[in-house]
């Protein structure tokens, strides 16, 4: 996945382009810059990669899905449905906004199952965010019926699927607003930064606000700009823009190789009844960042990952006992271990979280391996670790 891996002279040519004029923000200072937008470039090459007609750049992925939940009305009190397998940042993003986490369960394609969005639903709910984790989705027809029905917000997190598309539309590009990560291990990388994306003209311009003060980017003398309404600072800088801007240009290049290696490793696992693979809904492609795979059990799927590290096979994951992104380990946020007062809606959800039955979830992440799906490798290293990943396994059934 990570963009990083492959990195060099374009890269170099856009940063110095901005070090050259020494604008390194990305509003005002017209005469300085030489023409120079690297932030406004990079939102028209994602309009095109994303088939959307407005994409706000902002400082990471995290502050995109704030930013996202911000732009269209969600705040204090409001419910937002999520998955228990995500990254931290999905539930940061929402409690930033003084809104309520509701975690549910996933179901074998990873991320939410619409059963359990349904059965979560309340008065309350404002949005449901899936998480297109390790570059695959949900069933996102289901999932958007269920938020038509209910006249819910469909937001998707699609930080890790940068690449894939359902139906022949972009990941991100399918809910009501969609967001991006382009952090140092994203498929492209901008060092920091992130983007949301939407088709709705008003969502776009909150966004576009929010992220910079609540500047309006009327006129061009931002002293004399006016605040419709209150801001924070989300801005990406013109440095980290410009690095993103080389690399949207590659990503058909790395989709292709992740593809080219999940391939290969895919094929080679296949031989293996006791291995299956992650579903994907009909109509869906996946962006090849990570091959995901099932085994019988907990037990199975701990020793894989026990005879992995044994034969030299890193950037596998079992994400049941994970810190970062599976519920079990999230003692902080069940606890609400926060530095300063949180309400007492928020922490009586949080606290409920702590005897939720998450089983289901359970029973997919215990066996779940997830592979992180590598640029830099050579395709002979690929063959070789697709055959000591084939040993590993068979020698832990
Ligand atoms: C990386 C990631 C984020 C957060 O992105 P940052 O740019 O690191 O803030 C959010 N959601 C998912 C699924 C991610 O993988």
Same mark, same amino acid.
């Given at each position: 996945?990570? #963009? ?15 070090? +050259?004029? #020494? ?6 200072? +017209? ?79 990873? &991320? ?12 309350? &709910? ?24 209910? +006249?819910?917000?469909?937001?998707? +997190? ?9 139906? #022949? ?7 009501? $607003? ?72 590659? $990503? ?31 109509? #869906? ?16 799927? &701990? ?46 959800? $949080? ?47």
């Amino acid at each position: 996945m990570p #963009g990083f891996e492959l990195f060099g002279d374009q890269e170099r040519k856009e940063v110095n382009d901005v070090l +050259d004029n #020494g604008v390194l923000m990305r509003y005002g200072f +017209d005469g300085m810059r030489n023409g120079h937008w690297k932030a406004k470039s990079l939102e028209a090459e994602l309009e095109k990669t994303f088939h959307s007609k407005y994409v706000q750049l902002v400082s990471s992925g995290t502050a995109a899905v704030s930013v996202a939940l911000a732009s269209a009305g969600v705040g204090a009190g409001d419910e937002v449905i999520m998955p228990t397998f995500t990254f931290v940042a999905s539930f940061e993003a929402i409690l930033m906004l003084g809104a309520v986490p509701i975690l549910v369960d996933i179901d074998d394609t990873l &991320t939410l199952d619409p059963k359990a969005v349904e059965a979560a639903i309340t008065q309350r &709910t404002k949005a449901v965010m899936i998480v297109q984790m390790c570059g695959s989705m949900g069933d996102l027809d289901e999932l958007q019926a269920i938020c038509t029905k209910h +006249d819910l917000l469909f937001v998707e +997190d699609a930080c890790q699927a940068i690449g894939g598309s359902y139906q #022949g539309k972009p990941l991100g590009s399918i809910g009501d $607003l969609g967001c991006f990560s382009f952090d140092f291990v994203k498929t492209i990388t901008c060092g920091e930064g992130g983007a949301v994306i939407t088709n709705n003209k008003d969502y776009y311009l909150n966004a576009d606000h929010y992220s910079d003060h609540g500047h309006d980017h009327e006129g061009n003398d931002r002293g004399a700009e006016t605040h419709p309404f209150l801001g924070y600072n989300f801005r990406i800088s013109e440095l980290n823009a410009a690095v993103g801007l080389a690399q949207v240009k590659r $990503l058909p290049e790395f989709i292709a190789l992740q593809k080219k290696h999940y391939t290969i490793l895919r094929d080679a696992l296949s031989i293996i009844p006791e291995v299956t693979f992650r579903t994907v809904p009909k109509g #869906g492609i996946e962006s090849y960042s990570f091959l995901n795979f099932f085994l019988p059990n907990l037990d199975v799927s &701990t020793r894989v990952s026990e005879a992995f590290k044994e034969h030299g096979i890193d950037v596998c994951w079992n994400y049941y006992n994970n810190n970062w992104h599976y519920v079990k380990k999230w003692h902080h946020l069940k606890e609400s271990k926060s530095l300063y007062p949180l309400s007492s809606e928020i922490k009586d959800a $949080l606290s409920s979280l702590k005897t939720k039955d998450f089983s289901q979830s359970d029973h997919y992440i215990g066996r779940n391996i997830s592979c992180l799906i590598k640029l830099s490798w050579t395709e002979a290293q690929v063959h070789e670790r697709a055959s000591k990943m084939v040993k590993a396994i068979k020698m832990s059934l």
